[in-house]
Nanobody
Framework: QVQLVESGGGLVQAGGSLRLSCAAS????????MGWFRQAPGKEREFVAA????????NYADSVKGRFTISRDNAKNTVYLQMSSLKPEDTAVYYC?????????????????WGQGTQVTVSS
């Protein structure tokens, strides 16, 4: 069982930056692929970014490519999402997710464990 706790959300002006963190419990974190998803008000949850077990490969949604960076520190059992050039349309609850596979996934059913989410609000 893996427990995930996100932090780092908040209110930021358009063009600003935030770094989200996701701390994971358990000794198997280093063998799991990790992902970030988000859900805006009135919309379905959508894929944002993913990273494989050793950090060597990543994948991003087109809407965030070039602005967001996912990374991980397996020694700290933590995955990060660095968000830059934020836009009002990035406003959402951001969720961290863990996948009991080593390789990239971009669909919700591919992830078995989820955090409780952290709110990101970008003002115009």
């Amino acid at each position: 069982q893996v427990q995930l706790v996100e932090s780092g959300g908040g209110l930021v002006q358009a063009g600003g930056s935030l770094r989200l963190s996701c701390a994971a419990s358990g000794r198997t974190f280093g063998t799991y692929a990790m992902g970030w998803f988000r859900q805006a008000p009135g919309k379905e949850r959508e894929f944002v970014a993913a990273i494989i077990w050793n950090g060597a490969s990543t994948n991003y949604a087109d809407s965030v490519k070039g602005r967001f960076t996912i990374s991980r520190d397996n020694a700290k059992n933590t995955v990060y999402l660095q968000m830059s050039s934020l836009k009002p349309e990035d406003t959402a609850v951001y969720y961290c997710a863990a996948r009991r596979e080593r390789y990239l996934g971009s669909r919700e059913p591919e992830y078995e464990y989820w955090g409780q989410g952290t709110q990101v609000t970008v003002s115009s």
